[in-house]
């Protein structure tokens, strides 16, 4: 065999033994879920195993490829591609690692606390944890390069290098690859469609996962997706899942059925629950717990209505969505033959509501007010509703839930709700700016006031029924705040500035003495909080990351603020910024005061050396329920 073919071929056997080694750690992650899945969802692992390694390995490969390009530049492009097939298997190598250990994947968050000070110590990573897992790292890196050297710098397997150098072997070696990936997109489009639990709850098997929608492109071909009701009786086989909750949950029937009125207000920022703003509510919250210095789970709908009914951080959504796994205190109430009404004057199914925190509401259950209505309209129709519903239902326990848009953007109120006359009539989103931002505002205050007149019907209705109002919980609280420039930004899902995440939090209990809270609570403690009211006996670790709010014992050392891809570690002095998402490793650490004023470099060095331990656990509170 000529000396030409077999410079030609070498690079082509580089690249098959780089796919087989590939191939064989994408197989660890596969082996890890594959006992515990399904049929389709075995495909779907097996598809994705041979796909992700082909893509994650890619870049080594087409440099590897490169190099059978003649003259000075061919060690340069072999050189290239050593460098970076070595780190990523390194690091598919040390993702699996985490994954056995703590049971997800290296994110920005893991990143973030591996480059704290104290950070090692806090996850349990002592010396003689890291000595060998250098040794290891060291012998994968020998291993590596003597591979490269046997490939590139020797005769070894010429005539195999040959072999696979030839283009009829290349092009089915690409549609063998290409092939798999394809079938991977659409198993998983298909199982999106169909609500297949068991290929959806793979998403996350891989570090990067090959994923794909098609339901606009199935509809138009004819088929018919599945009714909501029969997709969450197929999803509910495949709750196991998840580890929620932690341990069995042991409920004794309370003497006590509470009814629950649950009222949320789209972007109701903590200043609104005012005497001025909404004063039946506050006179409600004179008879009640009223909790001052209140946070959401986020600075959007999704984590902060996620974190009020489940009591979870934001980050476990997509598991709970994939899984179709409603809250806990669902469950609860329907094992309890509670009467439900869910209502919004927004969307169920955007975020998907439908699919989560409602799932196993029957689909006449839960209600969206006609669009073709304005907000404020619409709210005054799911008032209506609930007062019919309560004449209906009232003789046995019931459940209602209504969710306020009047005060999300662009802020709507009738005439007659008006208290604030000076207030911008039309809003120009591509003209207003910080000169506009008390005339916004003042349309909040009215648009708030509003709501609080269609509240005042159902306490009105209360009031008149003291046989019904005697065992009826009312909770009154929104799914996070909004800013009107007071730090240079306009509305929410934006920054985590307070009045962003800060919303107010009233919750009443018939008999219950008042009280003002004035310590920080948050939207992940209202779970805990109803589940002794409802007989359960359990901790409420073993289903949620908050405390109860009654408890004198309450303490908690931080809490998780989230949004899409970051969040924020907030802790009674600070917040510090986390990436918690793969797409923001790089995101740029920044820690304020917790009323958002910067801090000194001395205060950000302490509070890196005092909340590793505070880090850690938040790592572990956002993945400690997902299986």
Request: a neutral charge; glycine letters at 6%.
């Amino acid at each position: 065999m000529s000396k030409s073919i077999k410079a030609v071929g070498r690079p082509y056997f580089y690249a098959i033994a780089l796919l087989f080694l590939n191939l064989l750690v994408c197989s660890l992650f596969c082996l890890v879920r594959f006992g515990k899945a399904g049929a389709a969802g075995r495909v779907y692992l097996v598809l994705q195993c041979i796909g992700c390694s082909f893509l994650y390995i890619l870049p080594a490969l087409f440099f590897a490829w490169l190099s059978n390009f003649t003259g000075r530049f061919r060690i340069v492009f072999e050189i290239i591609g050593l460098l970076l097939a070595f780190p990523i298997m390194l690091v598919l190598l040390l993702d699996f690692g985490i994954v056995c250990r703590f049971g997800y994947h290296v994110n920005g968050m893991v990143i973030n606390l591996l480059c704290t000070k104290g950070g090692f110590e806090s996850m349990g990573l002592d010396l003689a944890t890291i000595a060998p897992l250098a040794l290891g790292i060291l012998f994968f890196a020998v291993l590596h390069f003597c591979l490269w050297l046997v490939c590139f710098r020797t005769e070894f397997c010429a005539g195999i290098a040959a072999f696979a150098a030839r283009p009829r072997v290349v092009l089915c070696a690409l549609a063998f690859y290409g092939l798999s990936i394809l079938a991977a997109l659409l198993v998983c489009g298909f199982g999106h469609f169909y609500a297949n639990v068991d290929v959806l709850s793979q998403y996350d098997a891989y570090p990067v996962a090959l994923k794909m929608r098609m339901r606009k492109l199935l509809l138009k071909i004819g088929l018919e997706e599945p009714q909501r009701d029969k997709a969450y009786s197929f999803a509910k086989s495949a709750h196991g899942k998840l580890k929620y909750p932690q341990n069995q949950i042991i409920r004794i029937a309370p003497e006590t059925k509470y009814n629950i009125i649950w009222l949320v207000c789209e972007s109701l920022r903590y200043d609104l629950l005012s005497q001025e703003a909404m004063p039946a509510c506050w006179k409600l919250a004179e008879k009640s717990w009223r909790f001052d210095c209140h946070y959401s789970g986020g600075y959007g709908t999704r984590p902060g209505m996620f974190s009020m009914f489940y009591g979870l951080y934001a980050p476990n959504w997509e598991a709970f969505l994939m899984c179709r796994r409603g809250p806990l205190l669902i469950d609860w109430l329907q094992e309890d033959k509670y009467a439900i009404l869910c209502q919004t004057s927004a969307k169920f199914s955007y975020p998907e509501f439908d699919k989560t925190i409602f799932a196993s509401v029957p689909t006449n259950e839960i209600i969206e007010i006609d669009k073709k209505k304005q907000a404020w309209e619409r709210d005054i129709t799911m008032v209506d509703n609930m007062l019919l519903f309560m004449d209906k239902e009232g003789q046995r326990p019931f459940f209602m839930f209504g969710f306020f848009e009047s005060t999300h953007a662009s802020y709507s109120f009738p005439d007659e709700a008006i208290i604030r006359k000076d207030y911008l009539e039309n809003i120009n989103y591509t003209t207003v700016s910080k000169k506009d931002a008390m005339l916004l505002y003042n349309r909040d205050v009215n648009a708030a006031h509003h709501i609080d007149m269609q509240v005042k019907r159902i306490f009105d209705y209360l009031e008149a029924r003291p046989d019904l109002a005697a065992k009826t919980i009312i909770i009154v609280t929104g799914d996070h705040g909004e800013e009107f420039f007071e730090k240079g930004r306009l509305g929410h899902n934006s920054a985590f500035v307070e009045e962003q995440i800060r919303t107010p939090l009233v919750i009443h209990v018939p008999k219950m003495e008042p009280n003002v809270v004035t310590h920080i609570t948050s939207h992940t403690d209202i779970a805990a909080t109803l589940a002794p009211l409802l007989g359960v006996r359990n901790n409420a670790s073993d289903y949620t990351v908050g405390q109860n709010l009654f408890s004198p014992d309450y303490s908690r050392d931080s809490y998780v603020i989230c949004g899409w891809d970051t969040g924020i570690l907030m802790t009674k002095d600070y917040k510090c910024t986390l990436p918690i998402g793969n797409s923001s490793f790089f995101s740029k650490e920044h820690i304020t005061r917790r009323d958002d004023t910067p801090c000194s470099e001395e205060e950000r060095n302490s509070f890196w050396k005092n909340n590793a331990q505070q880090l850690y656990k938040a790592q572990q509170d956002i993945s400690r329920f997902e299986d």
